[in-house]
């Protein structure tokens, strides 16, 4: 998937609600295991690089590391 698309997909689901705008508690890199891309939807593969993202509210976000990095930028904007 294109970045541009990849931002339009974060900034709509933001817009929904779908995505929340809270920063990460705690984050963790490492291999991908299959969990499905809270931005993209994909699965995550082992080859690919998974960004574990821990929410205030005790929910688990899993992004690919550009996924990761669009919605980071994305939930900022106001």
Known sequence: ?????LRSLA???LQRGELPREK???TWFG???GEQCA???RPIARLEIECECD???GVVL???????AIWDE???VP
């Open 1 to 5: 998937m294109e970045v541009d698309e």
């Open 11 to 13: 900034r709509d689901r």
């Open 24 to 26: 990460c508690q705690v």
């Open 31 to 33: 291999p991908g295991v």
């Open 39 to 41: 931005v993209c939807t």
């Open 55 to 57: 929410q205030p509210a």
């Open 62 to 68: 899993r992004f690919h590391q550009v996924c990761f």
């Open 74 to 76: 994305e939930r900022q």
